[in-house]
């Protein structure tokens, strides 16, 4: 029983650490003075790794809320705290990779394009 119920918390700790990883990322870009052209590369980089890695600890946590749910409804407990994780690491997943695609790379991009610009004059 006490073997399940850890499982279950650490699923549920993943599903909660996909979810804010991104808000993480995202509060130290904002932090980062971008007026200038390393400083705008650089908060595109945090906000694409701080959503990879929400990506991964989501895809994790998916894994591990599915095998936590399936040993404790054959122990016959309750599934509650690794279906919260399930649903956690799934949102978590999802809302990071919209991130990553919308956000992420749009904030490259323009650096890059910046950068280009600059390098040119």
Known sequence: METTKNKQIVALVLGIASLVIPNIGSAISNAIDTSTNDGSRTAGIIVIVATLVAIVVGII????SAGARKEAKEA??????????????IVGTVESAIVFFACGLCITCVACAAASAVSSI
């Open 61 to 64: 946590g998916m894994v591990k």
């Open 76 to 89: 016959g407990e309750k599934q509650i705290l690794a279906t919260i994780g399930l649903v956690t690491s």
